[in-house]
């Protein structure tokens, strides 16, 4: 499968702190850059997600920014909270038919009160 | 938003016995249904990509004949692990695809498979 390299494995943050969580992709084919969200027994829940021809895009506290040149995304979540500890992980995919999701390896996420 | 169900939600097996997951779109027909295997505390290993009518193609290294994939309408996928070893236990996730597109993939709660 075609690689997606995440980093870093952990992160801990102070509540209110910012957390980034960083990928790189190779094959410039995909087209669709997901970030899920999971907590342990769950599956992933969708989070934010970004087409190449932007170069950031923000919802609420979930900012991903984008160098397309570089191959590289990132997750930033702002003002980080309790809740939001979890398990990140980034994904590439394409739009197109006959697509599939290539995960990275997942980013443990620990927010301390 | 569109929602994904699996069933069993989690369940025990003997060594050399078969089990069946479910997969079920419960809101929209899924054109496309993908199965992944995720090992404690690692990623989602994509298994298989199937489209409603036809067989399901596997990635790499997954064993067709021992992760036995039927698409058998738009709304429902089963996964049949045959001869379930120890080694299987794992937890098994689908997704469905709405369009065919990855906008539009929605993932399932999981299924814990453990094997004794």
């Known amino acids: 499968q075609q690689q997606v390299k995440q980093s870093p494995q952990s992160l801990i943050v102070q509540k209110g702190g910012i957390s980034i969580i960083n990928c790189a992709y190779e094959?410039?084919?995909?087209?669709?850059f997901p970030w899920y969200q999971q907590f342990p027994g769950k599956g992933p829940a969708l989070l934010i997600a970004?087409?190449?021809?932007?170069s950031e895009k923000k919802e609420g506290r979930f900012t991903i920014s984008f160098n397309k040149s570089a191959k590289q995304f990132s997750l930033h979540i702002m003002d980080s909270q309790p809740g939001d500890s979890a398990t990140y992980f980034c994904?590439?995919?394409?739009?197109?038919?006959?697509?599939?999701?290539?995960f990275g390896a997942g980013t443990r996420l620990f927010v301390k009160a | 938003g569109a929602v994904v169900s699996q069933h069993p939600s989690r369940v025990i097996c003997k060594s050399g016995t078969s089990v069946k997951i479910e997969c079920r779109s419960l809101?929209?027909?899924?054109?496309?249904m993908f199965w992944y295997r995720q090992f404690p505390k690692q990623s989602l290993m994509l298994m298989a990509t199937?489209?409603?009518?036809?067989?399901?193609?596997?990635e790499q290294g997954v064993e067709k004949d021992k992760f036995l994939i039927n698409h058998a309408s738009l709304t429902l996928s089963t996964l049949t692990v045959t001869s379930a070893h120890p080694e299987d236990s794992s937890f098994y996730i689908c997704?469905?695809?709405?369009?065919?597109?990855?906008?539009?993939?929605?993932f399932g709660p999981g299924t814990r498979l453990l094997v004794l």
């Open positions: 997704s469905a695809s709405r369009s065919g597109g990855a906008e539009t993939q929605y």
């Open positions: 094959n410039t084919a995909f087209d669709y």
């Open positions: 970004i087409r190449p021809d932007v």
């Open positions: 994904a590439a995919s394409m739009l197109s038919g006959g697509f599939k999701t290539i």
């Open positions: 809101d929209f027909q899924a054109t496309t």
């Open positions: 199937s489209n409603e009518g036809s067989k399901a193609t596997y």
